[in-house]
């Protein structure tokens, strides 16, 4: 950025219209964002502490949540190996197709949830062409969320791969480093934070899937029902006061998610000039 | 050698997961023949259902763009006191689940909620009408603009800027013929993303919209009904088309995503 | 001691190394110097075991190496962009190849202490390379690369993304510490300056073939070919003759004016049109320029000297 102080008439207009820019952002973000998100802060308190309490620890509240951050880190420990061997094979192997399958990576971030829900149902389902049958299990919810969270660790070790220097790699192995501890000593530690933010992501994502869960898994209450349903299931029956209580929960896993995120940017970055 | 398991295993899995359910909609939505396809696509439901959706996108989408290009301009060319909220209410979109979206807007603008009475009585229904859908989708499909159009703003730099300052444009002037020019790869390629989540959106539009069938319900949510009513062929009919509504935007975000991360 | 026979090499249809033979004698500092796609990196990278030849074999200390891995070929290898491990501190990025071979922690200690010393790093040790200057950086990478005692150390251009000042300085620097370390060196470099200032012997490379091989003297005095005296040292063209600027003599001989005169500090550029139109430059001295009285318009004599005509 250049530091040239342009004091011009034009300039203090400018600067103003940036103030105007920022004030309709602000403006626009608080009442679509920021009102919302109170309402659901204040009502889940309305009936005090004791009332939120009751109905975060409440059997099915809780086993709602447990499935739910269950299989959202089971879901993301996959995809760290996965997302990172997918990424790898995108970027070092060269094969016909590849800019089609790379293509495909985003069909997750494209393609409706419920779609996405229908159609693995319609494969793994009861009337699934190749005979497997995991609807209504939490399997199901496993796969869903698979699903939905592919493309975010693929897509964020994707350009670190492609940045990291070549050269690194050849030093390591001119110094007597086998393949394997090539990966492991110089080219691991540098995607690191990239598949942690991928993770994260990914997490996010996952604990507050609805719509690829909501088809497959049969909301069973205490089986395989998640957070998101549990939600929906008291929006229905008019509990919003418990609706609101666990949707604070989520909100505030998000929050850390999201700050979580900004540390690690700032981490993998440490070590740049 | 272990670049070849690598290379199935990851292509293996891939297939497993995206490839075979996409391929297995097209099959299932044709499986009782072209008619039946072509019937349920076009009942009165299904059409309403796609004019619906087709008109939220066509609101939220201009909506956030806007937004988008003023809040990327404001984060990008300063850095302010806020400047952290900013980057974090932008973002929280992202990470939040619809149906805690679902259940904000329920509670700013139904029957009970804060503004619920005001609008009652001035005859404005949010909840479990039009407004209420529209601005669910606006809220889920907020970041994509800011997201694409900051990095794109802090890399050209503000020096064009002030050099068309100090040839005598005015900020109208400088934004319409300099800036704007030069970020539009970034907006388009954010309006792809949010055109996309738009269309997509399932769990905030359930809760706000009632899903009354014909009158309150999205392409998204005519799928679920469908479903649930056992009409398959009419639930895998309404995916085709969502799917290919998704082919397109991959094809068109594949085309414009920013070329560094092509070598 | 190291040996590279008839070397081979093919990126499809562009030929980086055409049999190419060439012989670097122990604890010698030998260049490889050519322009960029001469094949001097490629047959440098050969040596390293980093490129497998078409055909072809390389002996390192008697041993065939050949079909060896980089790991097993007791190279050191410098890159140009000096691939730091950009996550490590420098006293991680030279112990690196000590921790791979598993040695104990004290004598890793030891190791890289007095080689931080070695290249005037010591105060560096707990920095990251991202906090080294260029020339830094570059010291840190051959502190690595020495670090498990290779047979050969092999630098490919590794000045090359420093800036003049720096790069006279760890030339000089470099030519210092083989003089201590003593290691077989091969560096490839397209600055004949360098070359010449700092090789026991220069293997001159071109469109992947060995033009000549020579201590630099040799090189300068006796080019094999059109292409060697060109590119070692100024020369003049005139017709099939080639001339170095500091044998024209003045005096008898042709018939010339100055163009043009260039004080460039101690040495003075005569630029001179022959009576036939050829141009030419001359190289003196300030005193010699002064004695000439030689000033632009000027009308002179000048002869070339040991003018050579290759075949």
Redesign the interface.
């Known amino acids: 950025?250049?530091s040239?102080a342009?004091t011009?008439t034009?300039?203090r207009?400018?600067r103003?219209?940036?103030g105007l820019?920022?004030g309709?952002?602000?403006g626009?973000?608080s009442v679509?964002?920021?009102?919302?998100?109170a309402?659901?802060l204040l009502?889940s308190l309305e009936g005090g502490v004791a009332a939120f309490w009751d109905a975060v620890t409440s059997p099915q509240a809780v086993s709602s949540l447990r499935l739910t951050f269950v299989a959202s880190v089971l879901v993301v420990l996959i995809n760290a190996v996965?997302g990172t061997?997918?990424a790898?094979?995108l970027v070092r192997?060269r094969?016909r197709g590849k800019?089609v399958?790379?293509?495909?990576?985003?069909?997750?971030?494209?393609?409706?949830?419920?779609?996405?829900g229908?159609?693995?149902l319609?494969?793994?389902g009861p009337r699934g062409?190749i005979g497997v049958n995991v609807a209504y299990t939490q399997l199901a919810v496993v796969l869903a969320l698979?699903?939905v969270t592919?493309p975010f660790v693929v897509r964020t070790v994707?350009?670190v791969l492609?940045e990291l220097?070549p050269?690194?790699e050849?030093?390591?192995?001119?110094?007597?480093?086998?393949r394997a501890?090539v990966f492991r000593?110089?080219v691991f530690?540098?995607l690191l934070p990239a598949i942690l933010s991928g993770c994260a992501?990914s997490f996010?994502?996952a604990?507050?899937?609805?719509?690829a869960v909501?088809?497959i898994s049969g909301n069973i209450p205490f089986k395989t029902e998640v957070?998101?349903?549990y939600?929906?299931g008291q929006?229905e029956s008019d509990d919003?006061g418990a609706?609101?209580a666990v949707?604070v929960v989520?909100?505030v896993t998000?929050?850390v998610?999201?700050a979580l995120i900004g540390a690690l940017r700032r981490w993998a970055t440490r070590?740049?000039? | 050698m272990a670049r070849y398991a690598l290379r199935i295993g990851a292509l293996g899995y891939l297939a497993a997961l995206l490839g075979a359910p996409v391929v297995l909609v097209g099959w299932r939505a044709f499986e009782d023949g072209i008619d039946a396809f072509l019937t349920a696509i076009t009942t009165p439901e299904a059409l309403h259902a796609l004019w619906l959706t087709l008109i939220i996108a066509a609101i939220a989408v201009p909506a956030n763009t806007v937004f988008g290009v003023l809040c990327a301009l404001s984060i990008a060319r300063r850095r302010f006191r806020g400047h952290g909220l900013v980057n974090t209410l932008v973002d929280l979109p992202l990470a939040l689940s619809p149906v805690v979206v679902g259940l904000a807007l329920f509670l700013v603008y139904g029957r009970n909620g804060w503004f619920g009475e005001a609008l009652i009585d001035n005859g404005v229904r949010v909840i479990f009408a039009l407004p209420g859908m529209v601005l669910a989708t606006i809220f889920i499909s907020l970041p994509f603009v800011v997201r694409e159009v900051v990095p794109v703003l802090r890399e050209i730099g503000d020096e064009q800027e002030q050099a068309a300052s100090t040839l005598g444009a005015s900020s109208w002037q400088t934004f319409w013929r300099i800036t704007l020019p030069a970020i539009r790869w970034g907006v388009a390629y954010g309006v792809v993303l949010t055109t996309a989540r738009a269309i997509g959106e399932f769990g905030a539009v359930s809760v706000v919209s009632g899903r009354i069938a014909g009158r309150t319900e999205t392409m998204t949510l005519h799928v679920e009904e469908r479903f649930q009513s056992f009409d398959l062929v009419g639930a895998y009919a309404a995916s085709l088309v969502l799917a290919l509504i998704a082919v397109a935007t991959l094809v068109a975000i594949n085309l414009l995503r920013p070329k560094e991360e092509e070598r | 001691m190291i040996e590279a026979r008839n070397i081979t090499k093919h990126y499809g249809e562009f030929v980086a190394l055409d049999d190419v033979s060439v012989h670097v004698e122990k604890g010698s500092l030998t260049a490889l110097l050519g322009p960029s796609g001469s094949g001097k990196s490629t047959l440098l990278r050969v040596i390293a075991g980093l490129e497998v030849p078409d055909s072809g074999a390389v002996c390192i200390a008697g041993r065939d190496a050949t079909m060896l891995a980089p790991q097993q070929r007791g190279v050191g290898f410098v890159f140009q962009h000096y691939a730091a491990f950009k996550h490590m501190t420098v006293r991680k990025n030279v112990a690196f190849g000590l921790e791979i071979r598993k040695r104990p922690k004290a004598e890793v200690r030891a190791r890289v202490d007095e080689l931080l010393d070695l290249v005037q790093l010591s105060g560096f040790a707990d920095r990251y390379p991202a906090q080294l200057s260029g020339g830094q950086r570059q010291r840190m990478a051959l502190a690595r690369a020495l670090a498990v005692e290779p047979e050969v150390l092999l630098l490919d251009e590794p000045f090359g993304a420093l800036d003049a000042r720096v790069r006279k300085e760890l030339r000089a620097w470099l030519r210092r510490l083989h003089d201590e370390v003593h290691v077989t060196t091969i560096f490839v470099t397209h600055d004949q300056e360098e070359a010449m200032d700092l090789a026991d012997q220069i293997v001159v490379m071109s469109h992947g073939q060995v033009e000549q091989v020579g201590r630099p003297r040799e090189l300068y005095d006796n080019p094999a070919n059109e292409f060697v005296m060109t590119f070692v040292g100024e020369v003049n063209q005139l017709g099939e003759r080639f001339v170095r600027p500091h044998d024209v003599e003045f005096g008898d001989g042709d018939e010339a004016t100055v163009e043009r005169v260039v004080h460039l500090g101690f040495e003075v550029r005569v630029e001179l049109r022959l009576a036939n139109g050829e141009e030419l430059w001359a190289q003196v001295t300030r005193e010699e320029a002064e004695r000439l009285e030689l000033t632009e318009g000027a009308h002179v004599r000048v002869r070339p000297r040991r003018a050579k005509v290759f075949g």
């Open positions: 950025m250049s040239v342009v011009t034009a300039a207009r400018r103003g219209g940036n820019a920022l309709i952002s602000l626009y973000l679509i964002v920021l009102l919302p998100l309402a659901v009502r996965a061997a997918i790898w094979v192997d094969f800019s399958v790379n293509a495909v990576i985003d069909l997750p971030f494209a393609l409706p949830t419920i779609v996405a229908l159609t693995l319609a494969l793994y062409p698979l699903f592919l994707q350009p492609l220097d050269d690194m050849e030093a390591a192995i001119s110094l007597g480093a086998s501890a000593r110089v530690p540098n992501l996010a994502r604990i507050g899937e609805f719509g909501v088809l957070a998101s349903v939600v929906f929006i919003v609706a609101a949707s989520l909100l998000s929050f998610v999201l070590h740049d000039g």
